[in-house]
């Protein structure tokens, strides 16, 4: 089949007027699905199905203010929607206008054009692109629009070395975390000998307060599948598996009947788009493990052993699953490559700054009045992303720091607010980009306290298989409770500075090496509240 072929297969009829609904994350736990049913309901009661249309869609964006409904032709955006006011969002989606005679609750004043709000107006969607606008566990939607022509592209206009030329070109880093050059990562599989070489995405996403991952799988799932599939074609890989927690069933479902639609027309299994290429997806379930993230953890774990980490190298380019090739990336990574396949190498290379290209998806979280899931350009200031996107702080209240990199990550003074969100800047203000979760904390909130809770998630998530991080993360936890009792002095305070520093430089993976990371900043920038707690 040709992409004109499956674009004509799977067209839609059009609506004059549509109503999406949230129905996953937290719209879902907010009662998001009987919206949706409830507008459904008064769609068929008043014989409006030629009309409109009641689409159930993923991530809106303003994830605090769930369940969101937004009415399409233009665009307005209805906060905390309950059923009860379904009768009246139908009539408004149809007439376009106000009724006062309405008996149900009024929805105004939450409602407002996204194109007008300071919380849209300075993102940039290049992963999110389809975020609130396809159903996921539609194919058609993805494909009208331009799902898989950027697969299909590949396969009829690019050698796999040009295809990872591009990624290179783009300058794209992995969004897992340490942001290791995409492009350079698939020339070292594809240039190893030719036999079974593996294609890994990594949905394991388990740091506290991000679910940018989730939220993509959730929202857009054939996605992540194209981008695997283009990925397999410039390595020279015939399996992937994509290795995914538990604790995501919604991305699960999401994930498992994407895989089955695209495998049904001809996207997945044996001669993609009547090419020689041969990909075939099977999803691996985490159970739980925050190390399981880690690579080889993660490779040791779908193999069916215990999921701890290996010394590397050899990495997993080189000796991966079963000691083949594997290319392994994270959900992110693979959602940004059909685009630049797309619109070219060159665009992506445009946006961000000059080490760090594109844009990065952030779970905006904590003490900020517009929690929810952004999308930016690189090089954005974090001021801009917690006053203006966030909103700031409550009133009455202001912000003291943003924690990023979960728990390898740091915490980064109000005072720093200017730097600009790219790789490099953030590694000299002592945090790392990590793979997304931005925590806003405000003046109430314990930095001594904040680096504790860190603390305990790695001597909890600790695999136990080297000393420094096994033992190390249980003394420095012990100290820092010391602390947030009040019970410390300062031989404790040089202890507890001389322990991270051997934790840091002795452990044997990410974990271990970046679990102090939190007391380092916290000290580095929040010393006086130490101090004042001994
Ligand atoms: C303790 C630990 C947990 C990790 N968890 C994740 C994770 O949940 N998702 C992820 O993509 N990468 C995670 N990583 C990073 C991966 O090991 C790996 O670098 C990444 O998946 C590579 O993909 P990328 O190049 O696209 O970023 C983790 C690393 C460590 C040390
Ligand atoms: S650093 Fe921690 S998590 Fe990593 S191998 Fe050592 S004990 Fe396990
Ligand atoms: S989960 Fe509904 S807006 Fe994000």
Redesign the pocket.
Known sequence: MNLSNLQQTLAQPKTPCRIRCCTVGGCLSANGLAVKTALQTAVADHHLAEQVKVKGVGCLGLCSKGPLVQIDPDGRLYEQVTPEQATQLVQMATDSSWSDDLSEPRIRPSDFQPDQHPFFTQQQHIVLENSGKVDPEKIEDYVALQGYAALYRVLREYSPDEVTKAIAQSGLR?????G?P?GL?WETVAKMPPGQKYVVC?A???DPGAYM?RSVLESDPHRVLEGMAIAAYAVGATQGYIYVRGEYPLAINHLQTAIQQARKHGLLGSQIFDSPLDFRIDLRIGAGA??C???TALMASIEGRRGIPEQRPPYPAESGLWGRPTL????E?YANIAPIIRNGADWFAGIGTGKSKGTKVFSLTGKVQNAGLIEVPMGISLQAIVDDIGGGAAAGRSVKAVQTGGPSGGCIPASAFETSVDYESLKQLGSIMG?GGLIVMDDQTSMVDVARYFMEFCMEESCGKCIPCRAGTVQLYQLLCKFTQGQANSADLTQLEQLCDMVKHTSL???GQAAPNPVISTLQYFRGEYLALM
């Open positions: 992995g969004r897992g975390g340490a290791y995409t990562k990594n394991d996403e388990g991952d925050f190390v993230g880690e690579e392994i990336n994270n959900v990574t793979s993976c990410g974990l």
